[in-house]
């Protein structure tokens, strides 16, 4: 039984991302939750990822790349005492042909594994990297189809969306939306809300963006739903289980589903979205989900009305954070019989704990 609920017990993982926010401290929790010792690190150092000077940085577009070879060579001096079994690196912006084939010098046995949340289509450059990897993850059904070699993989909803918090506000919105402003989501957010304004439906809308842009849009006049952080994650999980439905605006330039199309699947919430991809997946209910038109987002009167049409358990549990970790460490699930039990009884606590490495 141990073995089935830590199956990567004696397991190394190097896990290398891009400072998304807490979710990668959350793949590395329920990596150490299936048995695993992490070690985790940003692709960046920190200095390049945020704050001021990277803002800078990034503007004037300073050559950073003697940098990031220093920061890469740090990485693989403070694991190369341990024998490195997984690499799993998110999106891989700026990892290097140098560094993968260093870490497979040191560490022989090492198994290299990509995964994108982020279309190719937007990122070319990456495109060539993926060869060095042994196997390849996407979020993007696009790049599947593109790239034989390419697993699809959607993202995937984290624990604590699965469980009402029992010190939740009860505070009803009918719509909400949380994300990062970029394209065109401001105006679709005012256009939505002009829609509900006139319909008398409560509503919270939370765009986040960096303080320049947040000032800016302000003295415009623009900023009424404009912050410059984003939400806190257990005040997000509070909002999400206090809106009737979710409202999802995915970037125009990239097919996959979003992180908030896969929390509504495991919060059990209706959903509003402008992706025209989301009907293939095995999840979709018309009931459940609405698409709507991105330039002129108009939303049916009736779909928040009618009941939502209630999903397997086996079809939830796909999209947890405990399956995407097992699909991408090919963790053999077949044997489990009972799916209340798929995660050893503790996928769905929230977990208190803070995680370090």
């Known amino acids: 039984m141990q073995s089935e609920c830590k199956p990567l017990t004696g397991r190394n993982v190097l896990l290398i991302g891009i400072g998304f926010y807490d979710y990668e401290l959350a793949i590395a929790d329920e990596l150490q939750r299936q048995g695993a010792t992490v070690f985790l690190y940003d692709e960046l150092p920190s200095y390049l990822r945020r704050g001021a000077l990277a803002s800078l940085l990034r503007r004037f577009k300073v050559d950073v790349r003697g940098q990031v070879r220093i920061h890469h060579e740090t990485i693989l001096n403070e694991v190369s005492g341990h024998h490195i079994d997984h690499l799993l690196v998110i999106k891989g912006e700026h990892i290097t042909p140098w560094f993968l084939d260093s870490l497979r010098a040191a560490h022989r046995k090492v198994q290299l594994i990509s995964y994108h949340w982020d279309s190719l289509a937007r990122y070319p450059s990456l495109v060539g990297l993926q060869s060095y990897f042994d196997k390849v993850y996407t979020f993007d059904a696009e790049d599947a189809k593109r790239f034989p070699d390419f697993k699809l993989r959607p993202l995937f909803f984290r624990p604590e969306i699965a469980q009402k918090l029992s010190n939740a ?175 050893c009884g503790n996928e769905f606590i929230i977990s208190s704990k803070t995680v370090s490495y």
């Open 169 to 343: 506000v009860n505070e009803i919105y009918d719509l909400s939306f949380v994300g990062w402003l970029h394209h065109d989501r401001l105006r679709q957010v005012d256009d939505i809300h002009l829609w509900a304004d006139k319909h008398g439906l409560r509503t919270l809308f939370y765009l986040y963006t960096g303080w320049f842009s947040s000032t800016r849009l302000s003295l415009q006049g623009r900023g009424k739903f404009v912050k410059s952080r984003s939400m806190d994650f257990i005040k997000y999980v509070n909002l999400l289980h206090n809106s009737r439905a979710i409202v999802d605006l995915p970037h125009p330039e990239q097919t996959g589903l979003t992180m908030r199309a896969i929390e509504a699947v495991g919060a059990g919430k209706k959903l509003i979205t402008t992706s025209r991809t989301i009907v293939n997946y095995d999840f979709y209910r018309k009931e459940n989900i609405l698409i709507i038109d991105g330039g002129y987002p108009q939303i049916d009167d009736h779909f928040l009305d009618t009941p939502t049409v209630e999903l397997p358990a086996e079809t939830i549990a796909r999209y947890s954070l405990h399956e995407w970790v097992r699909q991408l460490f090919t963790i053999d699930t077949s044997k489990e019989q009972d799916l209340k039990n798929y995660s």
